[in-house]
T-cell receptor, first 115, second 115 residues
């Protein structure tokens, strides 16, 4: 079974700074997908970014980018020019490549952006 | 707005009671997933339906059941409720494609409080 570990329960950073959230996972599969979801105080789960394991290029979505290290089974999220609206819980999630599969989530990192 | 709807938003009930949570997936999505988010267990996969049929089961109690109807909406039934069932219940939907990331989009959740 796959496991996802987020070792930083809480982080805080000044507005406009850059912050990196860590995620490691364990799997024996070669092809899979990794996601970062954001859960703001509203509790809605919002997709931030997605990475396909077969792609060497790191995914980027505006201020959000990932550092995907397949051999190390590491998938960190970098938020550049952080904004107050980035304050949220961030969850890393793993999905098998075998089609129609569930997400396995980490325990989350609570990120606070300080004005 | 993810396009996934869940009703009700909040539900307060007593121990021993039965409740039904409802989910409508995004237009065109065939797969529906149910997740439970509690303080001590994090985000846990409960059950998945694909085009009306049960596809996968996770950590779902025997007191819980679900179904997906011909119009693809899904209901999660929770019975003989206990205090520990208090949680946020999410529904997510995806296209249900056999290959590819098949990204899941989450509804706003139903917060269940058992008193």
């Amino acid at each position: 079974a796959q496991t996802v570990t987020q070792s930083q329960p809480e982080m805080s950073v000044q507005e406009a700074e850059t912050v990196t959230l860590s995620c490691t996972y364990d799997t024996s599969e070669n092809n899979y997908y990794l996601f970062w979801y954001k859960q703001p105080p509203s509790r809605q789960m919002i997709l931030v970014i997605r990475q396909e394991a077969y792609k060497q290029q790191n995914a980027t979505e505006n201020r959000f980018s990932v550092n995907f290290q397949k051999a190390a089974k590491s998938f960190s999220l970098k938020i550049s020019d952080s904004q107050l609206g980035d304050t949220a819980m961030y969850f890393c999630a793993f999905k098998s490549n075998f089609g129609n599969e569930k997400l396995t989530f980490g325990t989350g990192t609570r990120l606070t952006i300080i004005p | 707005d993810s396009g996934v709807t869940q009703t009700p938003k909040h539900l307060i009930t007593a121990t021993g009671q039965r409740v039904t949570l409802r989910c409508s997936p995004r237009s065109g999505d065939l797969s529906v997933y149910w997740y439970q988010q509690s303080l001590d267990q994090g985000l846990q996969f409960l059950i998945q339906y694909y085009n009306g049929e049960e596809r996968a089961k996770g950590n779902i109690l025997e007191r819980f059941s679900a179904q997906q109807f011909p119009d693809l909406h899904s209901e999660l039934n929770l019975s003989s409720l206990e205090l520990g069932d208090s949680a946020l219940y999410f529904c997510a939907s995806s296209a249900g494609l056999a290959g590819g990331p098949d990204t899941q989009y989450f509804g706003p959740g139903t917060r269940l409080t058992v008193l």
